[in-house]
Every structure is written in C-alpha cells, then in structure tokens.
C-alpha cells in the first residue's frame, strides 16, 4: 500500500526538477553530482606535476611526449550524495489543522524530499528528534528504502521539547562523510544553540539547507477574543486578548525571523521559510527550481 | 431604588472576573513570542482593561442615578414622579392672620397647602401640625388620606399665642420618623416673622440642619413682602386715677394703643364695653397713631353690679385683627372694708393716733357722706383687734402697732391668735399694709412676723435709723422697681410730690435673706422705703418708716401720700381680680368649694371642653380645676360639665403681644444665613403649583446623569472597540 506521504502530484513535479547538491558532495556510487576526489572519472580537470608516490598509470604520456615532463592528468569523479534528513518532531510542531499541521507539513515534506533523491540514485538517511533523537534511519539509495522512511514518517508522533542545537551538534560529529543535511523544524527553540549546531554542519562539509515550517499564525497572529493560550511544549499557559498583543507579538517575530535568516546566511546555510498554507507542491517545487538555478552545474 | 441598581456594578466587576474562565483554550508552540508581547504590553493592557472597567462600571451607576432620579439638596429629596412623605407645619401665631393684601397670610397657607396636597405624587402622605408657641398635631389620622388633610387646612384655626417655630419644627422631625417612605418634604408655612426664629435660635439652627440631611426643608412664605403691616395693638386696660371699682358708677378706664407697626394709622375706633353691653359702649376715633407711639385713650365704663365684670376694649381698622381685643376682669365691689390696727390711738386728738392720716387717705370724703361711700373703715387698738375682723375684711393696716403686748411695756400690741389668723388671711387673698413707728421693736416683729414667727414680713427689720434735722432721708421715686404699682411714681407729677417727702426716721431693712421680698421704692441713699412680699394669693406692703406725721412729714404731702394709699388700696383690692386676668398660653387656675362633678370650660369661640375633675383636697390642699388649653385670646368660664350655662368663674384671656411687639420678617437671605444652609424658599401666592413643581423638577438631576451617562456609553464603546471590540 503506497504511502499517503507520498502524493503524486508533488512527486512529479519534484522528480522532474530532481535534487542538485549545490555543492561537491561525496558519492558512494558515479551519479550526478561531483565528486571532490579527483581520480579516475570522465570529466578532466588539471594537470599537475608528478610526484613520487604517484601512480605511473596517470601519468599523461601524450603531455610527456609535448613537454618531457611527467604530469599527472586529473579527472573530476561524479558521485552519489547522502542527503540527512532531519525533521522536528517536537510537541510545538503540533500546531495547525489538518494539512496545515506543521508536524504533517513537515512530514510530507521529508517524504516528498525521501523519494525524489532515491529516484535519482542517491542515499537518503532520517533522523527524527524532538529533545532527543527518536528515529534514525541509516543512508540508502534503494527504493524500497522510501518505504521505510514513510512508514517511519507515518509512525512518529510529536512528544516532548525541541533540543535542536545540542542535537545538530551531535549529527555533525556522527556524519563524517560529507552530504547534504536538510533540517525541517519550527525553529521554536532557543535561536543561538540551534545556529550553531546548523554552523557546526557547515564547518563539517556539509551543505545545510534548514527548512523553517511556520504556520501562517504564528507569523501574523490573526488571534481574536480572550484566548488561553496552552503551551505545546508543556510549559505553562497564558489567558489574554491575542488582538491587544498583535503589535508586540509581531515584533516579536519579525526580531526572531531576521535572527534566523541572518544567522543561516553568516554560517552559509540554506534558509528556507516554508508556510504551512502554501500547498507543499508548489513550495517543494520553488525550492528545487531556485535550487536549480543556483547550482554550478 | 438607587442603592438597588448602584448594586448593578457589582454586574461588570463580576464579569471581569467570571469571564476569566470563558477564555478559548488554544495550544500554541510560539509561546516565546507570546511571553516577550505580553511583557511588552501587559501594563498598558490592565490599564486598558481597569479603564474599561471603570466605564462599565460608571455606566451602570449612572443608569442606576438615573433610574433613581436623584436630586440636588438631600438624599431622600423626591423627583417628580416617586411618593412623598409631607409634614405641613402652620405657623398659627396671630401674626398670620394679618390681611397684607387682598388675602390674609392664614388664607395664602392653606391656599398653598392646598396646592402643595393637589401636587403631591401618588401615594403620597401628609402630616399636618399647627404651631404657634406650642405644637398641635391636627391630623390626618391616616397620613395617606389626602381629602381630610385637605378639610384639616381648610378648619385650621389661628391662636393668641407668639411664634415659636422650634415646637413644630421638633415635631416635624418626629414625624418623619414615623414616615416609612424615603421621600421627605417639610413646608413650613409661615410670615417669617423674626420673633418665631430667634427665641430658640440655636435649637431650631440644630433641629432644621437635621431635618436637611433627611428631607427636603420648604420654607413657604405667607406674608406679603410688598406690603408692610398696620398694626395697632390694644395693650393694657387700666384705672387712670387711683379709683376703685365699686357698684354703680361709670369710671374711666385708660385703653392703651400702641402702633406696632412701620406706618402711621389712621382713624383708629377705640371703643369700651363691659360684659359684652354693647349699646353701653362709648368710644373714640383717635386720627393718626404713629409708628411706635403708645396712646392711652380714656373711656368710661359703667359699673352696674358688683363681683368680677369683663371689660373689653376693641380698635378697629388695621391689619392685624389678633391684638385687637383685650379683656381684662376687674372686681367690682358693693364696699370696700378696711380695718386699720391702731398701736398708739388717741380718742382726745384723733391727729396724734397712729391712723389718723392713713384712714383719712382712705376716705377722702366728708364726714356727712361717709356712710353713702363705698369704702368702710373700721379702726380698732391693738388690745381689740381680734381675729373676727378679718373675717370681713378687704385690707388690714397695722399702723405702729407692736408685734406684741409684750414688746413694749403698757403698749398693747398683736395678739397670737390675731398674728395666727393674719397669716391665714394674706395667704388667702387679703392685703395688708404695714407702717412702723416708735412702738416697733424690730427685733420682736422679726420674731413674730418675720420668717420664725407668721412670716409676713418681705425683709427682716434691723435698728431705726434717725437722720438730722438739717438733713432728712428723701425718697427716691426714681427707684421705683418696675413693673409695681408705684411704678407711676417715676413720672409727674407724682415724682416731683413724692421726692419732697422728708424722712427723719425710719426702720432699717435688711434685704439680704428673704428672697420673696421685693423693694419697691428706696430713699435716695438707697434704704429701702417701700417694700412688698407675695404670700399666697395675697401680698403685704411694708413701709420702713412710719404712716402718720411722726417719722415724717409724708402726711402732709398730700399729692403723695393719698396716691400712694390709694393706690395701694386699689393695688391690694385689685388682686381679687388679677387670677382670673392671664395671658394666652398661661394656665387657667380655679378654686372649686367642692368636687363631686367633673368640670369642664367654654372658650372664647363657644367650645367647651371637658376638664375632668378636681385635683387635690387631701390633706389640706385646695381643691384645683385647670384648664390648660388657652390658645385662644377671651372670656373663658369654667363651671360644672352638667350646668348649662356654666356657672363658674370667668377668666379673660389676653392676647399674648410679644407677637405683635416687632412685626419684621426674616428676609430668604436672613433666614438663610440663620440656618446656614439654603432651604427651599417658596412664595405663598397662585404661582405657588408652578412653584413647587418647578422646586421638584429643579431638584431633579437625572437630566445631567442621562447625559452623563450617553457620554459614558460613547466611551466605554469606543474604548471597548480600540481595545479590541469585546471582552
């Protein structure tokens, strides 16, 4: 039975835009990104002068025959890519009705994200947290691989706080091989740990594209009334008039949504703000078009 | 009412509270967000929210004022529509029944009270009391009964009495006691007249501040401020001469007009009658009595029969119709006996007997005409004078008489059994004058007559005093104690007569230690001369010198002597008389010989009124009849309840005229600096409706809480929708 989490319309759509790794990652298998290690692939890259130690077998003798010098004839290597897959699955990303739900949201969008680069041969591994790490899948390009990774999707349930820093931290000690390291959460946790965790990815290698699912509430506060409003996270409650406290809330926000912004483009992360009210084909898609065209490919 | 809906804010506070539970349970995940504006924010909020509070809460207080109607002087002042709780307090001093216009002041109160009843609201109550110097509660008997509050002002009646507005001001506060309604109005329908404020000024200052904080105080003046009053009040009815009432004879009397009033009267009929014989009547048109000019007018009455007879003077043509009566009884009598104790009698030279010249001061007539004059004259020494003759006996004098046989030797004097019977007859109504001399021994009065013994004496008598030849004792007729019967003394000729007696010798007084005594004339080294001491119903005059030309040559001064023992016969004959002549107000007091039957008295105005029977008989003490119930100015007479007509004493009541003495009305602005505080002033005339409707609407503010209250709303609704529409 096909997963629900993969919808077809979304996965046309992505399938055709497919996945470019805007940077070199590495590849466990020749495939459509490029390689850092430069070797013995299809695409040349330089010369460079031999050094002992080298293999004879890449010495370019057609050069040595122009020059009468030894020079090594280097190759780009296209490679496979892992692709992290790391989604929030704390109580806060609980908020939101129906296909709004930013739990499901992100859900559909790990999944959407699963099976467009296992369709193009590349590995993807899940990590599911909240303040700890709840479910992990290790890295694979085989396609029923997409099946484990939705049937995971579909199993999580949202429990407990966000930890998202300590355990970005953590992924980036654990991943040693380079990759592309796609962070889905609400981001409602404290903005400088969280930061640095999604730097300390970059400065492991990794491409990190952080995707911050919000509902359109929690941006422009439309509340009304008196409210009580219940933490998702368990921390307490508070009874107001949403309608007094809009300016302030949305200060609030704005302050936090720069910080954030401003902090993925310092540490060169990938910031990518993602409504819950915009249909997940048409935001998956401007991504990977916008992707697209950025790539150096 | 109002407290009922003021009560309505506790409507908000509770909704302020109790919406805190109807607040939307809604999860959320940017809590952080929410914290950091609500710290921003939260001041401001609660201010918005108490801001917005309040105005609900001002809201709903003001519709509660408004529902309640409130008014600006009093808490329980009423508004238009609520019921009322009037108490009519009438000022029925004869002051009110002056006719300053076309109306009387009494017709403008009960036309305004009957306008004040017609515009009472439904279910209204009224009270009603008349009060002049003393309060009378005259109904309803159910204060919700509007018609016979209506018939009670139309009967009520105006007194003799002065103004005193504390009596009913006090029962005022009373009644709205009684009231159990919360709307309270006191209307005091009254001229204003200064006397009724200032007697008791203090008490009815506290009485009406209290009545301020519990009802709304009407002040409802009745007299006509345009037009002062004429008044010309009959003051006194009085002998001009020193004549004694006696049986057929036509004697002049002198009526005593006084103008009270600020203008000048004009053609004043003064007229005199006695027992009602109007065709006896004589008087006189006096053609102009000025503004404070007394007038004696003298007209004769004649004198058909002897006992107690009603002489009457009346005055016309004035304002004032309360003070234009007076009655006065006087005793009329068939003879007058007089019996002199002689101490030192001389039947060989009648001039050197002690009474020689007081028996003929007394009898100013020839020998031949004695017998045809009213007045006998018994003369008796000492050693014969018996109880007996007091008896039948007007007025006794002792003339030099010891006070016993043993004061001085050879000298017969007093005996026990006549001093014993003495003492009986002063305390009974009997005069007695008492002249000294040489056979006086002071000492011994003292012990017989003075405190230890009859005490008769006004002053205990000390050693004589004896002045020199080129420097006699003068009495002082300047000194004469007012009001007395001497007191024509102080003016001529009688002065003049009076202080050319020389005094060699007289008997010193001691005036200290008997309060009861009252000097009467001193000499001008201020020695009491003349002296006076009621004992019961009866009083002695005691002379510090001597009566016959011994001690003095008074005897010889005739204009002054015969003045003074005739009017002090007429003073002491007259006493007869003066109980049954009161002032309105006073109690009437009589006598009765027995007691079997309950007594009861006619009024003036033909009422009589039963006064149940008589008190006292026991152990020696008279029997007495009161009736005290004489508001009224007239004749009343008090008989037995069965006897038609009553066949009793008669009394004449005077008006009592401090009322008219100063006629001047307190102005609003007096009247308010009097009480401290505004009342409601109100003019007694047709406008009167108009008035105290427009007082009522005029005390209303609902108006300026209704306003108030719109502005209110305006802001609480625009306030509610800046904050954000609704709770």
Not at chain 2, 78 to 96: H, I, L, N, P
Not at chain 2, 433 to 449: K, S
Not at chain 2, 587 to 616: C, H, Y
Request: aromatic share 8%; hydrophobic share 40%; proline share 5%.
């Amino acid at each position: 039975m096909p997963s629900t989490l993969l919808q077809p319309d979304i996965l046309a759509r992505a399938e055709a835009l497919g996945v470019m790794a805007k940077q070199v990652v590495e590849g466990l298998r020749v495939g459509d990104h490029k390689s850092p290690y430069r070797g013995f692939s299809v695409e040349f890259v330089q010369h460079r002068e031999y050094v002992p130690g080298d293999d004879i077998r890449h010495i370019d003798w057609k050069s040595y025959g122009r020059s009468e010098r030894y020079t090594i004839k280097q190759y780009e290597q296209e490679t496979n890519f892992t692709a992290h897959i790391v989604a929030d699955t704390s109580n806060s990303m609980r908020y939101g009705e129906g296909l709004q739900n930013k739990h499901e949201y992100a859900k559909l969008l790990a999944a959407s994200l699963t099976y467009v680069i296992v369709k193009q041969r590349d590995a993807v591994s899940l990590r599911l947290f909240d303040s700890d790490w709840r479910a992990e899948l290790p890295g694979s390009s085989q396609m029923r691989h997409v099946n484990v990774v939705c049937k995971t999707l579909e199993e999580a349930k949202p429990a407990d706080k966000t930890g998202t820093g300590a355990l970005l931290e953590q992924l980036a000690e654990r991943v040693s091989r380079r990759g592309i390291v796609f962070v889905i959460t609400d981001g409602f946790d404290d903005v400088e740990p969280m930061l640095k965790g999604l730097r300390h990815l970059r400065f492991r290698g990794h491409e990190v594209v952080l995707f911050h699912v919000l509902h359109r509430d929690e941006i422009e506060f439309p509340l009304d009334g008196n409210v009580r409003f219940i933490d998702l996270e368990g921390i307490g409650q508070l009874m107001t008039r949403p309608h007094m406290l809009r300016p302030a809330y949305l200060r609030a926000v704005q302050e936090y949504l720069k910080a954030m912004e401003k902090g993925c483009d310092v540490g060169r992360v990938e910031y990518v703000r993602l409504v819950t009210d915009k249909p997940m084909q048409a935001a998956l898609g401007d991504y990977l078009v916008k992707r697209l065209q950025i790539s150096p490919r | 009412m109002m407290l009922l809906g003021a009560a309505a804010i506790a409507v908000p506070l509770a909704l302020h509270f109790f919406y805190r539970a109807r607040y939307r349970p809604l999860p959320w995940a940017a809590m952080t967000f929410l914290k950091q504006a609500i710290e921003q924010t939260s001041r401001r909020l609660r201010f918005q929210e108490i801001l917005l509070l309040l105005l609900r809460c001002a809201v709903l207080l003001l519709l509660a004022f408004a529902i309640a109607r409130p008014t600006f002087s009093g808490s329980t002042a009423a508004g238009r529509g609520e019921s009322v709780d009037a108490v009519f307090v009438f000022d029925t001093s004869y002051s009110m029944g002056a006719r300053d216009g076309e109306k009387s002041r009494i017709e403008r109160a009960k036309e305004a009270a009957l306008t004040a009843i017609e515009n009472l609201p439904p279910r209204s109550t009224v009270q009603i009391f008349s009060c002049a110097d003393r309060v009378a509660a005259l109904g309803p008997i159910s204060p919700g009964n509007l018609d016979q509050a209506r018939q009670i002002v139309e009967t009520i009646a105006l007194s003799s009495l002065t103004t005193d507005l504390l009596p009913g001001i006090t029962e005022a506060q009373n009644a709205l006691e009684r009231g159990a309604g919360t709307n309270k109005e006191v209307y005091i329908f009254t001229d204003m007249q200064k006397l009724g404020w200032d007697r008791q000024a203090a008490a009815i200052r506290a009485k009406c501040d209290e009545i301020k904080q519990r009802a709304t105080l009407l002040l409802v003046r009745c007299g006509n401020p345009e037009r002062p009053v004429r008044n010309v009040s009959v003051v006194d009815i009085s002998s001009p001469g020193v004549e004694i009432p006696h049986s057929g004879t036509r004697i002049p009397f002198a009526v005593l007009i006084r103008n009270t009033g600020k203008e000048p009267v004009r053609n004043v009929a003064v007229a005199l009658e006695v027992d009602g014989k109007s065709l006896e009547k004589e008087g006189e048109v006096i053609e102009v009595i000025n503004p404070g000019e007394t007038l004696p007018v003298t007209l004769t009455a004649k004198l058909d029969a002897a006992g107690p007879r009603v002489v009457t003077a009346t005055i016309t043509n004035d304002d004032l119709p309360g003070d234009n009566r007076l009655d006065k009884i006087i005793m009329v009598r068939d003879q007058l006996r007089i019996v002199i104790v002689d101490g030192s009698p001389n039947t060989r030279d009648p001039k050197e007997a002690s009474s020689h010249y007081i028996r003929n001061a007394i009898l100013p007539v020839s020998s031949g005409d004695l017998d045809n004059y009213f007045v006998r004259v018994t003369v008796v020494p000492a050693d014969e004078a018996g109880p007996g003759l007091l008896g039948v006996c007007d007025v006794c004098i002792l003339a030099n008489v010891p006070a016993s046989s043993a004061d001085r030797p050879g000298i017969p004097g007093l005996s026990k059994e006549f001093v014993d019977r003495l003492g009986e007859y002063v305390k009974n109504g009997g005069g007695l004058l008492i002249g000294l001399g040489d056979n006086i021994v002071p000492a011994r009065y003292n012990q017989v007559l003075g405190l230890t013994g009859a005490n008769l004496l006004p002053f205990d008598l000390e050693d004589a005093i004896v002045a020199t030849a080129d420097k006699p004792f003068k009495i002082a007729p300047d000194t004469t104690d007012t009001p007395s019967y001497l007191e024509r003394f102080k003016d001529e000729p009688f002065r003049t007569v009076m202080a050319d007696v020389d005094v060699m010798k007289l008997i010193g007084i001691k005036t200290t230690g008997s309060p009861n005594g009252r000097v009467l004339m001193r000499m001008t080294d201020q020695k009491p001369f003349l002296s006076s001491r009621v004992i019961g119903e009866g009083e002695v005059i005691l002379v510090a010198g001597s009566l016959d030309a011994r001690w003095s040559n008074w005897p010889a001064k005739a204009g002054s002597y015969l003045s003074f023992a005739r009017m002090t016969l007429q003073h002491l004959t007259g006493k007869a008389a003066r109980g049954a002549n009161r002032i309105a107000g006073e109690t009437l007091i009589w006598n009765p010989t027995e007691a079997t039957k309950p007594f009861a008295v006619r009024q003036p105005d033909g009422k009589r009124m039963k006064l149940g029977k008589a008190t006292g008989g026991e152990g020696g003490k008279k029997l007495t009849v009161t009736a005290a119930d004489t508001s009224l100015s007239g004749v009343y007479q008090i008989g037995v309840e069965d006897e038609e007509p009553l066949n009793g004493p008669r009394f004449a009541v005077a008006p009592d005229l401090r009322e008219t003495d100063d006629l001047t009305s307190m102005t609003d602005g007096e009247v308010e600096q009097f009480l401290g505080f505004k009342p409601v002033f109100l003019q007694a005339n047709s406008a009167n409706e108009q008035g105290i409707a427009n007082e009522r609407s005029k005390r209303e503010w609902t108006v300026w809480v209704l306003l108030a209250l719109f502005f209110f709303v305006v802001g609480e609704s625009f306030w509610a929708w800046y904050c954000g529409k609704a709770w």
